[in-house]
């Protein structure tokens, strides 16, 4: 008998970090509740990249919130590919919004948006903030809540 999860490469198994984001595998798994309008949420508070002319380690936190369709992201997959940007070198509007693109492309939502709360690079804090379309009417959706950059303030 065959099962959707048999069709996915990553999960319950041994996985190594992709090299870069073009060869990390995103995996998909039809949505249980297709049909009804909720949101999913994923925080990830340490992800990291590279500046792309320095080479220095760039860090955020990002916060992903969709509303299904048909598909869900498998979470494993998603881990990877986020961890994949470790020694990626991208500036952050690239990083954010390209990571929402990929996720948009990969499992069809109904909506998706992403924020990239990027921290100090020379002294200024960059956030990034992407998403596909109006969020659909009827929609519970709480603030992203991450706080804005004070700094020792």
């Known amino acids: ?20 984001p073009d060869r990390a595998v995103l995996e998909r798994v039809p949505n249980p509740q297709a049909g009804e309008l909720y949101a ?11 500046c792309p002319i320095t080479g220095q380690p760039d860090f955020a936190h990002l916060v992903i919130d969709y509303v299904p369709g048909d598909w869900l992201v498998e979470s494993k997959s ?5 961890g994949s940007f470790r020694n990626h070198g991208a500036f952050h509007e690239d990083c954010t919004v390209g990571i929402g693109k990929r996720l948009a492309e990969t ?26 379309g109006a969020a659909p ?17």
Request: aromatic share 16%; charged share 15%; hydrophobic share 40%.
């Open 1 to 20: 008998m065959t099962h959707y999860t048999d069709a996915l490469t990553q999960l319950g198994a041994r996985t190594d970090l992709p090299a870069s």
């Open 40 to 50: 999913v949420r994923f925080t990830q508070p340490e992800f990291t990249s590279l």
């Open 78 to 82: 998603l881990k990877l590919f986020l």
């Open 107 to 132: 499992i069809a939502p109904q909506w998706l948006r992403i924020g990239g709360y990027w921290y100090p690079r020379g002294g200024m804090p960059i956030d990034v903030f992407w998403q596909t």
């Open 137 to 153: 009417a009827g929609l519970w959706l709480p603030d992203q809540g991450v706080a804005g950059y004070r700094g020792r303030g």
